[in-house]
DNA sequence: ACGCAGATTTTCT
DNA sequence: GAAAATCTGCGTT
């Protein structure tokens, strides 16, 4: 969820990808490469790390790894729970079903940008937070999405039977 | 319905 | 100089 922009906007989280550690030649920090962008990748678990790509986009990942070990998570298609006239506002002419569908799409939709890279998941303006007793539902596995690298690893998680997931 | 060009930053060759 | 954890708009089928 997010205040951001003193607005409030909320979605569950549908789909993610893993990116787990320097081994995974996928992962940003691959090598142990430490750069200026990969930085909060090695930051504590429950760190956003944000970062900015095809030279328009932003795209969330919460960090899962300890203190010095750059794995994280990819939120990638969220279903939109609160705020919906925001999300529509911000992301103009889109359909319902594409406002959140898509990594860079909910970053818009949640008004993310890199201003809050490095912020604690935990608590601020944008967190992640466990809903109380969801019901249990199907989740389907596949390789992950726009990479060239490790294209088989299977590291990338939907709900089967949500449609607010991305394409 | 499908395909491709364009946007334009960070990183690496 | 080129590719990248992407999306959109406009072209053609």
Redesign the pocket.
């Known amino acids: 969820m997010s205040t951001i922009g003193g607005r409030r906007t909320a979605g569950r989280i549908v789909e993610t990808?893993a990116?787990v550690g320097p081994h995974d030649p996928?992962?940003?920090?691959?090598?142990g490469?430490r750069?200026?962008?990969?930085?909060w990748?090695y930051g504590p678990p429950g760190t956003a790390?944000i970062?900015?790509?095809?030279?328009?986009?932003w795209?969330l990942?919460a960090v899962t790894g300890r203190v010095g070990y750059?794995a994280?998570v990819?939120i990638?298609?969220l279903e939109p729970v609160a705020g919906l006239a925001t999300m529509r506002r911000r992301?103009a002419?889109?359909p319902d079903r594409?406002l959140c569908?898509?990594?860079?799409?909910?970053c818009?939709a949640l008004a993310i940008t890199?201003r809050l890279n490095g912020a604690a998941l935990q608590r601020g303006p944008l967190r992640i937070v466990r809903l109380p007793a969801a019901p249990r539902r199907r989740i389907v596995t596949t390789p992950?999405?726009?990479?060239?690298?490790a294209v088989d690893w299977p590291l990338r998680y939907l709900l089967g039977d949500s449609v607010w997931v991305?394409?």
């Open positions: 990808e990116y996928a992962c940003h920090a691959y090598g490469r750069t200026q962008r990969t930085r990748l790390y970062y900015f790509t095809y030279g328009m986009h795209c990942n750059p994280a990819l990638r298609a992301r002419g889109v594409a569908a898509g990594p860079a799409r909910l818009a890199g992950r999405i726009g990479i060239t690298r991305s394409k």
